[in-house]
């Protein structure tokens, strides 16, 4: 059997490494990088490579990294995938990751550079910042590198790899600064990215400007002999000063600069338009008819919602009333038509593809009379689009060698690739009532507006940083634009095809939607709470207004603004960039798992006095795609192996399939028998292969798969008993789980709405003991009536049957203290009631209705912040046979709170059998949430 289990073991990995060597991996090499990709971007795969060996050099003089230490870095590996739609990429260990996506016209991104290169050379100034910060212990993993702040990782790679610009940089500082929000926690704060990354791009550069480059180069250089890097004692040595005291002095600059900047600046008054607690933050706001006080408004409907909704509103007396729901699950953004009948936008769409997660976007087409929907056949990587004035719907599509329009046509279908456009992106784009369609389109970094009409394509201009458009009039075109780091607004006639107008003001107006019958612009704009507001400007204002942003002031105060490190030629060698692309010879990537990231590993010698040497350590390697993950830990003693522990698995996705390989020597925590704990070693070894699917496409639902195969020799340390002293069981077993959970920032201890459905079962075959053991299991979670008012409802129906191993036991155990699965045996528990109890079927249930008193507080209880803090009441029941039936139940009262997937609790609990008596007890409780899907 041993021998049948090892060909197992081996066919398994046999075919997970045959199904990686059958992929479409192909992989390019230059002096630096090299880069990993999946056809059809050999062409993006060669310009990234050729820009990572024009930009490692140059970020390594910026670091202090001398021609001797460039020579000695190991080749950074790049890994290109379109799968997830997003806007992003990362760095980790010596891996650079680069999604292509549908977004490479970034709205609001105003950087004089192609997309690519920013978003490579920011992912390579992280990977050259850890080759400069390395130490003695960087050898044990990347661990090491925390002792970095996430805010110098992120500004010294803007530094590296961009201007300072409006979307990275001034727009959320200056919006802090303004209402008292910038301060040191800016730098820290992981629930504001935007104002992190902003901040920390300017601290950094006002570090340059003031203590020079070569201060950073004395930074990275600061005890290269050292254990580990001591971020704030090199920050001290370096600028004689801590970081939080120079933060200061950096917003004294920042309040001078903005102050005497913006002070030039007029601030006109504006009406605001319709705006009510209906809706926590609102992203826009579309009139679909002025008469009837009708609108549709999209955004979070509350503001711990992790998804957005689009509403159809009527304004009746003042107030909102939501006459239909068109979506919960918004993606993209919301088009209405000229006439105001139909609105058009678009949801995710998930799926497993190349063992990764793939985001698209299904489109469809409502009519707001009627309330049909027409979805778009198939599904797009696209996020802009329009309507004409005939009433069909244009979609840009971003493809891997081109950009293309698709159009739709009511009854007759989608005609693709409507117009292509070659070696530029499309942004957004608009029509004309005689059916010239506008779109800005961008190429290297410079956007252009062009017309599109009677199969021709026109300039219109060019070179400029323009971000969005919007049709005011028949002939007038609103174009937003940046100029000096500040959104204006400008007016393009399309008959003379000038600009007639500028409009500039203290605020950013963002363009949401137009008054066809006045001409005027619906707009909105941040404010001190950091949510949009929405005004109507009119025509006139926008019209009359004239002037332009005054220059950046060249005074001491903004000198910052305008330091940046040495760069390549401005416009990134596109002239070399694209003729240089074809130079390197592709060939297929064997192993495209490998290698893998060390992430930790440590091991060290131990002594006992008892049984001599031993060693303890423990490990983790992962794959920078997540796609294989390696995992060990270990406390061995020769002399003493029952009581030794080892673990290792090993994860890896293949066929769009994970396998899961794990073996386990140690004790087992759970082995209690009447109340005594007795000493047991278990040796496990399990096969497993799951497959996750995605009901209705999406990434609420979710659907796992599961076969499993395990083998247990179990041995006692003293014979206890009657029992055997050792004793084996081993056997298949199958687990099917569906989930549902609408996201919110509260986690999964209140979520909105929540439902999982899990049913497994397991078999021995051929072995000391043949059983089988079947559960299932119910959860049910959501809101009540009241955003602070929640409910939790769990089942469990477990069976047994055969014979089962010593100390196995299926029914209750006492550890109320304790709610999270057990490693040996079937058991759940029931607050207050001290006891095991053995059964062939478990019947249980356990009820929370929980009421949320804070969100957030500002303690903790030693290092666990005191947060998501409730009181809850519960019941909990249980039906066992034993071999009469009876009753276990508990009612009683708690004060928790949560972080992550874990909770604790201290309540009071009265517990009952058969309904009868009655034993009181105050406990504590950790419960730990094991959800495999969030």
Wanted: hydrophobic residues 40%; positive net charge.
């Amino acid at each position: 059997m041993a021998k049948n289990k090892g060909i197992f073991f081996a066919f398994l990995i046999f075919i997970s490494f045959q199904s990686i060597n059958a992929g479409t991996w192909q992989k390019i090499s230059g002096q630096y990088a090299s880069v990993e990709f999946e056809k059809p971007y050999q062409s993006l795969a060669a310009n990234l490579l050729y820009l990572a060996d024009q930009e490692v050099p140059r970020l390594a003089r910026i670091h202090g990294i001398d021609s001797v230490g460039l020579q000695q870095l190991p080749r950074a590996r790049i890994i290109l995938t379109d799968r997830p739609d997003i806007s992003n990429g990362y760095a980790f260990g010596n891996s650079v990751v680069i999604y292509a996506q549908s977004s490479m016209y970034m709205l609001y991104w105003s950087e004089e550079a192609p997309w690519y290169y920013t978003v490579l050379t920011h992912e390579l100034a992280h990977w050259v910042t850890f080759q400069a910060t390395r130490r003695k212990l960087n050898r044990l993993g990347v661990v090491a590198s925390l002792t970095i702040p996430r805010w110098f990782y992120e500004g010294m790679a803007q530094y590296c790899a961009e201007t300072w610009n409006i979307y990275r940089g001034d727009q959320s500082l200056r919006q802090a600064l303004l209402y008292g929000n910038l301060n040191y926690r800016a730098l820290e704060n992981l629930n504001k990215g935007r104002l992190l990354y902003a901040s920390a791009n300017a601290f950094v550069r006002f570090l340059v400007s003031q203590y020079g480059d070569s201060s950073l180069i004395r930074l990275f250089s600061y005890k290269p002999d050292a254990w580990f890097y001591d971020f704030d004692k090199a920050f001290k040595a370096v600028y004689k000063k801590s970081p939080q005291t120079l933060f200061k002095e950096f917003i004294r600059h920042s309040v001078l600069y903005y102050g005497d900047y913006l002070s030039a600046l007029k601030e006109r008054k504006f009406k605001e338009i319709f705006s009510d607690a209906l809706i926590d933050q609102p992203f826009g706001q579309l009139w679909v008819s002025i008469k009837d006080s009708i609108l549709l408004v999209y955004g979070r409907e509350k503001s711990h919602y992790r998804f957005s909704s689009i509403l159809l509103v009527q304004i009746v007396k003042g107030k909102a009333q939501i006459k239909k729901r068109l979506s919960d699950n918004l993606a993209t953004r919301v088009v209405l038509s000229p006439d105001r009948r139909y609105v058009a936008f678009g949801e995710p769409v998930y799926k497993i593809e190349a063992n990764q997660t793939a985001l698209r976007f299904s489109f469809k087409i409502v009519d707001l009379r009627s309330f049909k929907q027409n979805r778009l056949p198939g599904t797009f990587r696209a996020r802009y689009g329009a309507f004409d004035f005939a009433g069909n719907f244009y979609l840009v599509e971003i493809r891997p060698e081109q950009s293309a329009v698709n159009r739709f046509v009511p009854e007759k279908g989608i005609d693709k690739e409507w117009l292509a456009a070659k070696d530029q992106t499309i942004g957004p784009i608009a029509f004309t009532p005689r059916g010239e369609m506008l779109f800005i389109a961008e190429k290297n970094g410079q956007r252009h507006l062009f017309k599109y009409s009677g199969g021709k394509t026109k300039k219109l201009v060019g070179g400029r940083t323009f971000l969005d458009l919007t049709l005011l009039t028949d002939r007038t075109l609103a174009l937003s634009s940046v100029k000096n780091n500040h959104i204006q607004i400008e007016l393009f006639d399309l008959q003379r095809e000038i600009f007639i107008s500028r409009f500039v003001d203290q605020f950013e107006y963002y363009f949401s939607d137009v008054d066809s019958s006045a001409g005027n612009l619906v707009a909105y704009r941040y404010e001190a709470d950091g949510q949009r507001h929405f005004y109507e400007i009119p025509y006139d204002s926008l019209l009359k207004s004239g002037g332009e942003p005054g220059s950046i002031p060249r005074n001491q105060y903004g000198f910052w603004q305008r330091q940046e490190p040495v760069r390549q030629d401005s416009v990134f060698a596109r002239r070399k960039f694209l003729a240089q692309k074809e130079r390197y010879a592709h060939r297929k990537d064997i192993l495209p798992y490998f290698p893998m990231e060390r992430i930790f590993t440590f091991a060290m010698p131990l002594y006992d006095q008892e049984f001599g040497w031993g060693l303890y350590g423990m490990g983790v390697w992962t794959e920078a795609l997540q796609r294989q993950m390696l995992l060990t830990a270990f406390y061995l003693m020769p002399e003493d192996y029952h009581n030794s522990f080892f673990t290792l698995s090993h994860f890896i996705k293949a066929f769009n399939l994970n396998f899961i390989s794990d073996y386990y020597h140690g004790p087992v925590i759970f082995s209690f028998q009447k109340n005594d704990w007795v000493p047991l070693t278990q040796d496990r070894l399990s096969f497993t292969a799951q497959k996750w699917i995605f009901p209705f496409q999406s990434s609420r639902w979710r659907m796992s798969l599961a076969v499993h195969y395990r083998y247990l020799q179990n041995r006692f340390v003293e014979r206890y008993q009657d029992f055997p002293l050792s004793f084996k069981f081993h056997g298949p077993g199958a687990t099917v789980n569906l989930m549902y959970r609408l996201p919110s920032k509260r986690g999964i201890f209140f979520p909105i709405r929540y439902f999982s459905l899990k049913s497994q079962i397991c078999q021995t075959v051929e072995s000391d003991y043949i059983f089988s053991i079947v559960e299932n299991d119910l959860t049910l979670k959501g809101q009540l009536f009241l955003d602070e008012l929640g409910f939790s409802q769990r089942f469990t129906y477990l069976r047994q049957s055969g014979s089962l191993p010593p100390l196995k036991t299926v029914g209750l155990d006492r550890f109320y203290q304790l709610d999270f699965p057990r490693d040996y045996t079937y058991t759940r528990t029931v607050r207050g009631f001290n006891e095991d109890v053995l059964t062939s079927q478990l019947l249980w249930s356990s009820t929370e209705l929980r009421y949320l008193i804070q969100e957030k507080t500002p303690y903790k209880l030693i290092f666990w912040p005191v947060d998501l803090l409730s009181i809850d009441a519960f019941f909990d029941y249980a039906r066992v046979k034993r071999p009469k039936v009876d009753e276990i139940s508990s009612v009683g009262i708690q004060l928790s709170t949560a972080e992550q997937m874990a909770r604790l609790s201290a309540g009071f609990a009265r517990s009952f059998v058969n309904w009868k008596g009655g034993n009181s007890s105050w406990f504590f409780r950790l419960t730990i949430f094991m959800d495999e899907f969030f």
